[in-house]
């Protein structure tokens, strides 16, 4: 596996965004790119959006300081671009981010005061990587590899993972555990990669049980 590159902020130029509905601002909802949960709503001008596609870092108008606002200015809780979009009407945008601490001033993980730990949605992610090391298959790829070797191997590897977290389980070694688990899990999502299957068909199994009980 390998980590994800920095955000292509030349592909967000060309948005057309309609900055005069409401006097050259637009509403911008923050999203963490991990888990989904929206963070902050703030406003973006022109400018605003050309910090934030240059620096990498959400950057917004303040209304009450009549100025540019980059989020994290004074307390470094910055937040950093992953992507953005624009809605269908062209008057407000949708930032997904990586938070770099608590998103509002109270110190809370959100302005609505939600808490923000779930990592779960970065399953999706690691799904979309193995998703395109399969169709863009390279040589430095450990997947792209595995892929290359056929169903087979990729069964095999489930298997093996599979046996090493039990071994673990009987110990108390969490960061073996962790590691194991890690392993079975990404190895787990290949396997349904290489069969044509998607991790949402699994959770409609689930879903479908639990509608049973």
């Not at 509905?21 to 605003?48: F, H, R, T």
């Not at 990729?154 to 962790?178: P, R, S, T």
Request: charged letters at 30%.
């Amino acid at each position: 596996m390998s980590g994800f590159s920095k955000p292509d902020r030349s592909e967000h130029t060309d948005m057309n965004i309609d900055f005069n509905k409401m006097d050259g601002l637009v509403p911008a909802i923050v999203q963490d790119a991990i888990s989904g949960k929206v963070l902050m709503q703030g406003y973006m001008n022109e400018a605003a959006l050309a910090k934030t596609q240059e620096t990498g870092m959400v950057t917004f108008f303040s209304r009450s300081k009549n100025r540019l606002w980059t989020k994290g200015e004074t307390s470094e809780n910055f937040m950093e671009l992953v992507s953005i979009a624009v809605d269908c009407d062209g008057d407000s945008i949708l930032v997904k981010a990586n938070p770099r601490g608590p998103v509002c001033h109270t110190g809370a993980d959100t302005c609505w005061n939600e808490a923000n730990s779930s990592k779960t949605g970065f399953i999706d992610q690691l799904r979309a990587i193995i998703k395109d090391r399969k169709n863009n298959p390279t040589d430095k790829s450990y997947t792209a590899s595995l892929f290359a070797k056929g169903i087979n191997k990729v069964a095999q590897k489930v298997g093996e993972e599979a046996v090493e977290i039990v071994i673990e389980a009987k110990d108390d070694n969490k960061e073996l555990f962790m590691g194991e688990a890690a392993d079975l899990l990404y190895h787990y999502l290949v396997l349904l990669e290489a069969k044509g299957y998607e991790l949402d068909e699994v959770m409609e199994v689930l879903i479908e049980r639990h509608r049973k009980k």
